[in-house]
Structures are given as structure tokens and as C-alpha cells.
T-cell receptor, first 113, second 113 residues
Framework: GAVVSQHPSRVICKSGTSVKIECRSLDFQATTMFWYRQFPKQSLMLMATSNEGSKATYEQGVEKDKFLINHASLTLSTLTVTSAHPEDSSFYIC?????????FGAGTRLSVL | KNQVEQSPQSLIILEGKNCTLQCNYTVSPFSNLRWYKQDTGRGPVSLTIMTFSENTKSNGRYTATLDADTKQSSLHITASQLSDSASYICVVSASSNDYKLSFGAGTTVTVRA
């Protein structure tokens, strides 16, 4: 089956630093990738839709300057949390569209001190 | 208002026992419904995908049912194992190309020896 790799799996950083999370489709090309955020005991919340070669589409309430998304190739999308603060601590999950189905990465646990 | 409601929110069962999780949805139009298993700190892993015309689908000890008329689905776990302890998420797709997914909040299953 389709494999989506997300890296890093866990990151701890100081407040004010920027953190980059990578999402790769390993065995298929994905023109569209998605970034989600998940709080404890809650469902996944879509943050943005990333399209290769174009600007990402952000959901209402998501700051595009805070969460920078780059989809530079058909197998890689990155999410950069800029000037991270403790309230940005969360579980971030990416997915990649392959054959009309979203395949999910393993997630990244971000902890901002 | 969440268009996908799951119940119960959590449950505890003894190893070897069976359990059934419920999912009600109001998403329209409807393309497909899938059940995911999400281990703590990991991304969702697909268990079953069902389209409008499918009433039941099995994946090992997991059996999902779908009643598209009443907009209800269930996931039955047979002969539970400790490794079944996880969150089970019901996800409904409104389009055939998976661009818009509606997530339930999940049911947390704890299997005890």
C-alpha cells in the first residue's frame, strides 16, 4: 500500500524558534497533501491543503504566516511552524493524496517549552 | 456541529471479548466511509473503506457495517487483543476524490488482560 513518511516524529523546542516538519510520499506521487492538527482526545482538524507548485489553501482561522507550507515536489510537502509558542504544542499529521484516497503519516508531536 | 458522531467516547473490555463501536453521520453528499485505527502518538491507519452500495466489510477481526439509509455505521472487534487498544476514528468522505473528509472524535478502546 501507499506509504507516507513524516519526520520528525517528535520535536521539543524553545519558544520563539521555528520548526520544520516534512511529509513524503514514498512510493507514489502526490499533487495534493494535507496538514492536520490534533489535540488530545479530539478529532483531526484540517489546517491546510497543499498543492504542488502552488500556494497552499488554509482553513479559516489558520494563520498562513504562522504555518508556512511548501510543496516543492510531487513527493514532499513541508510545514514550518514559525516562532513557535507553547500554544502551538500539538500533534501534527500530514496526508498525501494517492489514487483519490488520503494516506496518513505517523504524525509529529511538537512540544514548545 | 460535527457531522460525524461516534459512541461511546471510550470503553474498556477484557482481552478476548468482543465490542462494537458506533458512528452516525449527517455528511451529504456521501461517497464513502472508512474506519481508522490510531495508536497513541501515531497517525491513523485505515481498517476498512465502504462505499454507498456496501453493507459490510471485514479486515481480520474487524468488521464494519454500513446502513446508508439511516446513515449509521458500526465497527465490530472480535476476540479483542491487547494490541487493539487504540482510538478508532470514523471518517466520511463527501467526494470521490477524498478532498473533504469529516472526522469523528474517535472511540478510545482499552483492552485489559
Amino acid at each position: 500500500g501507499a506509504v507516507v513518511s513524516q519526520h520528525p516524529s517528535r520535536v521539543i523546542c524553545k519558544s520563539g524558534t521555528s520548526v520544520k516538519i516534512e511529509c513524503r510520499s514514498l512510493d507514489f506521487q502526490a499533487t495534493t497533501m494535507f496538514w492536520y492538527r490534533q489535540f488530545p482526545k479530539q478529532s483531526l482538524m484540517l489546517m491546510a491543503t497543499s498543492n504542488e507548485g502552488s500556494k497552499a489553501t488554509y482553513e479559516q482561522g489558520v494563520e498562513k504566516d504562522k504555518f508556512l507550507i511548501n510543496h516543492a515536489s510531487l513527493t514532499l510537502s513541508t510545514l514550518t511552524v514559525t516562532s513557535a509558542h507553547p500554544e502551538d504544542s500539538s500533534f501534527y499529521i500530514c496526508s498525501a493524496m494517492g489514487g483519490g484516497i488520503q494516506y496518513f503519516g505517523a504524525g509529529t508531536r511538537l512540544s514548545v517549552l | 456541529k460535527n457531522q460525524v458522531e461516534q459512541s461511546p467516547q471510550s470503553l474498556i473490555i477484557l482481552e478476548g471479548k468482543n465490542c462494537t463501536l458506533q458512528c452516525n453521520y449527517t455528511v451529504s453528499p456521501f461517497s464513502n466511509l472508512r474506519w481508522y485505527k490510531q495508536d497513541t502518538g501515531r497517525g491513523p491507519v485505515s481498517l476498512t473503506i465502504m462505499t454507498f452500495s456496501e453493507n459490510t466489510k471485514s479486515n481480520g477481526r474487524y468488521t464494519a457495517t454500513l446502513d446508508a439509509d439511516t446513515k449509521q455505521s458500526s465497527l465490530h472487534i472480535t476476540a479483542s487483543q491487547l494490541s487493539d487498544s487504540a482510538s478508532y476514528i470514523c471518517v466520511v468522505s463527501a467526494s470521490s476524490n477524498d478532498y473533504k473528509l469529516s472526522f469523528g472524535a474517535g472511540t478510545t478502546v482499552t483492552v485489559r488482560a
